[in-house]
């Protein structure tokens, strides 16, 4: 057994996650340009600091998740949620369950809720966001953030949703109360289930093929007959019929009933 797959195994004893169902080239790499910033010369030895330091593996954790997030980021695909598939989504129903998965620092959820707000009273949303990082999981909660994270976000929104001060921007104190924050991991927990619209982007794309294959066929249990799921713009289903889906619009993929 090689000095990574010893680490990945010590690592799944330790946290429960699961390195051998992301991609291993680009994991590997991923870690190996921490453990050589840190001065570890193998796995073996990282991992001895990790057991020991919380620090250090709570930065462990940060590096391993992706944690790249913006408002509306790939803006046309949003466009297409917000004059297509929710005008559809609240025709059928006055209520609407969504879950944002694999949140990061919470621009997607935000941006979910944003969107609703023009359309439906937000309480009758209810909206789960979830990540497998407990400081990214913080850091959403707060709702702050850059000037880059909100360059896709339209200047009336902007103006109408975000408090500005010390160069940062926050996000209105009502989005924060629609939006339940939870741990969750996406390759080991079990997945809650009722849902309208499960957003899932640019997170999949790190896991291996028969890793996605499961989380697609959860996903699918998780919705309602008719609900939508919405995946990244590198993230095509192929053979969506698969997991009970049936293409909507790029991207945009609806259980059949």
């Not at 990082?133 to 975000?162: H, M």
């Not at 849902?195 to 997170?203: G, P, Y």
């Amino acid at each position: 057994m090689s000095d990574y797959q010893t680490f990945t195994k010590s690592i799944k004893e330790k946290t429960g996650i699961d390195l051998n169902l992301y991609k291993e080239v680009q994991m590997k790499r991923r870690l190996t340009s921490l453990r050589d910033k840190k001065g570890f010369k193998d796995f073996s030895s990282y991992f001895n600091a990790l057991a020991s330091d919380q620090e250090l593996l709570s930065e462990f954790l940060d590096k391993m998740t992706i944690n790249v997030s913006e408002f509306f980021r790939n803006s046309a695909r949003w466009k297409v949620l917000e004059k297509k598939i929710l005008p559809e989504l609240l025709k059928r129903q006055s209520h609407l369950k969504v879950w944002s998965a694999a949140c990061s620092t919470g621009d997607e959820p935000y941006t979910i809720a944003m969107m609703l707000s023009e359309h439906i009273d937000l309480s009758k949303v209810s909206i789960l966001a979830t990540d497998i990082d407990d400081k990214i999981l913080e850091r959403a909660q707060k709702g702050i953030y850059t000037e880059r994270a909100l360059k896709e976000v339209p200047k009336s929104l902007k103006d109408k949703y975000f408090t500005y001060e010390n160069s940062l921007y926050t996000i209105d104190a009502r989005f924060k109360k629609a939006i339940t924050f939870k741990k969750h991991n996406l390759l080991s927990d079990p997945y809650p289930s009722g849902f309208d619209l499960i957003v899932c982007r640019n997170v999949l794309i790190y896991f291996t093929e028969e890793a996605k294959t499961e989380i697609y066929h959860k996903f699918s249990r998780s919705l309602n007959n008719n609900g939508v799921f919405f995946v990244g713009s590198t993230e095509q289903i192929f053979s969506p019929e698969s997991y009970n889906f049936r293409v909507l619009d790029t991207f945009f993929y609806q259980k059949n009933d």
